[in-house]
């Protein structure tokens, strides 16, 4: 979910701010179930955090205290937000990759985690992440390697915001781990000076959140499972991943082609981009943080993972 482009003599308010993959679901949704919504930033651009006696900060939180309906970002399903929210079924499936700057020689790409661990690259994450978690949980030797590296390097292998990640790649010998969406999705844009490796690390999905027992939640599940029979996932897919640089992006594998059928891959998301920032030179324009009301019905929405 970006904020439009326009001319400036053009004004736009309201929903009509944003536009991308969840804008374009969101809206088949409310047509759809039949409600109406209105997008809005999250109080404090993050995902949240847990705080004293159970409560959550960020965008959880929201959901969880009423403040907000429906989360739909780029938020990972996991066993400790379950207890906190519900989560709807997922809408795209993601793993881990690493975008670096693309070198002369194509053939001396980084194409692996093997790869980059055998290289002179740094390579780092945005701190406190779903990534540097699933690196510290995983019994992987080669994940447990990179772990053990990235506490070496110096500077820090660690970043603080997407953006920063990103202009590390750019103007450094240094790889940036992150989600496979919005690795793909920088990669895809101009001046397409970036490139991905495989994804690595174990699978994981992003769903939206509502309050426990909220039962809009089924009702959005069954008009999920229809947009996916349908196959207009992948066609809205298809519209927000078109690469601007020639050859297009990674080649999609037989296996990848087959996850399909159940979400959207390989692992794209339209959200791409660093909590906070509003614009940047990793060409990606977007909100840090809204909410949308759906007929008293809210969703709020996060960059980043």
């Not at 397409?192 to 490796?197: A, F, W």
């Not at 298809?238 to 082609?257: D, H, Y």
């Not at 791409?272 to 940047?280: N, T």
Request: overall charge positive; glycine content about 6%; hydrophobic content about 40%.
């Amino acid at each position: 979910m970006m904020f439009k482009q326009h001319d400036d003599t053009l004004f736009l308010a309201g929903n009509d701010r944003f536009e991308g993959y969840l804008a374009d679901l969101l809206f088949r949704l409310s047509l759809s179930i039949g409600f109406d919504y209105e997008i809005r930033l999250s109080v404090d651009s993050t995902y949240g955090s847990p705080g004293h006696n159970g409560s959550w900060t960020g965008m959880v939180g929201e959901v969880q205290r009423g403040e907000a309906d429906l989360a739909a970002a780029s938020l990972t399903v996991t066993p400790e937000l379950e207890d906190v929210v519900a989560f709807t079924d997922p809408f795209l499936t993601v793993r881990t990759t690493a975008i670096a700057r693309k070198p002369r020689r194509r053939n001396a790409r980084i194409r692996s985690a093997e790869d980059l661990l055998r290289s002179d690259m740094q390579f780092g994450t945005l701190a406190n992440s779903v990534t540097q978690r699933l690196l510290r949980e995983s019994q992987d030797f080669v994940h447990r390697q990179m772990l053990a590296r990235m506490a070496t390097f110096w500077p820090p292998a660690y970043v603080q915001t997407w953006h920063e990640g990103v202009e590390k790649t750019r103007r450094q010998n240094y790889a940036f781990l992150l989600d496979t969406p919005q690795a793909e999705y920088l990669a895809g844009r101009r001046p397409c000076d970036l490139y991905t490796t495989e994804p690595f690390l174990r699978r994981r999905t992003y769903a939206f959140a509502l309050r426990r027992g909220d039962r809009l939640k089924e009702r959005i599940n069954a008009e999920l499972f229809r947009l996916r029979e349908a196959e207009e996932m992948d066609l809205l897919y298809m519209k927000w991943w078109r690469s601007e640089c020639v050859g297009g992006g990674r080649k999609v594998s037989a296996r990848e082609s087959r996850d399909r059928t159940t979400v959207p891959n390989p692992w794209r998301f339209a959200t791409a981009s660093s909590v906070g920032s509003r614009s940047g030179t990793d060409n990606v324009r977007c909100a840090a943080a809204a909410v949308l009301t759906i007929a008293g019905v809210v969703a709020a929405w996060t960059v980043g993972s």
